[in-house]
């Protein structure tokens, strides 16, 4: 039977599979962002729809009993960078997914210039060249905190932390 805690999807379907517009739309912010597979942009998709639900349930009671949970969902979109310090519950049904997808590693090592392309960057989180702060993380689709972001370069001991490196983006390739 296996153990209950695990196997669990952590995103949601599309209710209908076979729709043009919606694939090519799909297709498009897979390759832009350097995806694996659309499940990642599923699961950037059911993160932003609990987001938008909790919010839509916090408006929907008075404010002054909801006013500590609202401060929590909105410190934490703050903190990943998502929102900005005045922003209010109706902001947070205005986020779209590319707003989500720019806070992933991935995005923000190839937005630094670590990498060449999405891809690229992907390669080098794998392999296990970045860190953030002072720990190495190896997982692409890692939220980026807003304070963190500085923070992100390559690892001491990686070759690629050379300058001189040939895989090095944009560096002595002329």
């Known amino acids: 039977m296996g153990y209950p805690g695990k196997n669990v999807k952590q995103y949601e379907t599309p209710n209908h599979p076979f729709q043009g517009g919606r ?3 799909e297709h498009q912010l897979v390759d832009e962002y350097g995806l694996k597979n659309k499940e990642e942009l599923w699961s950037v998709r ?4 609990r987001y938008r639900r909790e919010a839509r349930n916090l408006l929907g009671e008075p404010e002054e009993a909801v006013a500590d949970e609202t401060e929590q969902l909105l410190g ?3 903190r990943i960078g998502v929102l900005g310090e005045e922003s209010t519950l109706d902001d947070v049904l205005t986020l779209d997914v ?3 997808l720019e806070r992933r590693l991935q995005t923000v090592v190839y ?3 670590l990498a060449s392309t999405t891809d690229q960057a ?3 989180i794998t392999h296990g060249h970045v860190k953030v702060g002072r720990r190495r993380v190896r ?3 890692y939220t980026v905190e807003r304070d963190e972001e500085a923070t992100v370069d390559f690892d001491d001991g990686s070759p690629l932390a050379e300058e001189l490196h040939p895989e090095r983006a944009g560096e002595g390739q002329e």
């Open 111 to 113: 937005r630094k210039g």
């Open 122 to 124: 992907r390669q080098f």
């Open 76 to 78: 934490r979109l703050r």
């Open 46 to 49: 059911s993160e932003l729809r």
């Open 139 to 141: 997982v692409p689709s």
């Open 98 to 100: 590319t707003d989500l």
């Open 23 to 25: 694939i090519q739309d």
